[in-house]
């Protein structure tokens, strides 16, 4: 398989994974059994653009609100993959770079919140990319060289 072709597809993994468990985790511990929280859920994601608005646009804005929750993850699966190609001790100790992200992520919440928060993102977004990220490392011989740039 060529480099590229297996970056893009270590790339997407990571994200779909990060992603998911991370949407999944928000609907279990912030919604629960309640199908109308997960649409609120939702609709609080996509309020982030279209402000209280998005909370009135029903199964709409609850769809724009999944999308943009799938962008950020493949946002921050983009900057960790950049980052591990550039910073070599982050490919290193990447079980410490998936802590870190969930800490750092969190860092100007809220104390009590902010844990739970940073622990489903440490174990939802930033373990997941760090670990899907370092197989591709570890499989293509570990140097960011061998990695499609």
């Known amino acids: 398989?060529?480099?590229?072709?297996?970056?893009?597809?270590?790339?997407?993994?990571?994200?779909?994974?990060?992603?998911?468990?991370?949407?999944?985790?928000?609907?279990?511990?912030y919604v629960g059994s309640s199908a109308t929280g997960a649409e609120r859920l939702l609709q609080g994601i996509a309020s982030g653009v279209l402000g209280a608005a998005a909370f009135t646009g029903g199964a709409?804005?609850?769809?724009?609100?999944?999308?943009?929750?799938?962008l950020i993850a493949l946002i921050w699966t983009v900057v960790l993959f950049a980052a591990f190609r550039?910073?070599?001790?982050l490919?290193?100790?990447?079980?410490?770079?998936g802590i870190a992200y969930g800490v750092v992520r969190q860092a100007p919440i809220r104390v009590g919140p902010a844990i739970t928060a940073a622990v489903i993102l440490v174990c939802c977004i930033g373990l997941p990319i760090s670990l899907v990220l370092a197989w591709l490392l570890r499989d293509s011989g570990g140097g960011s060289s061998d990695v499609a740039r």
């Open 1 to 29: 398989m060529a480099k590229t072709q297996r970056t893009t597809i270590t790339i997407l993994l990571a994200w779909l994974l990060a992603g998911t468990l991370d949407i999944t985790a928000a609907f279990v511990y």
């Open 60 to 70: 709409a804005t609850a769809v724009l609100g999944l999308l943009l929750h799938y």
């Open 86 to 89: 550039v910073v070599t001790p």
């Open 91 to 97: 490919r290193r100790h990447f079980v410490a770079t």
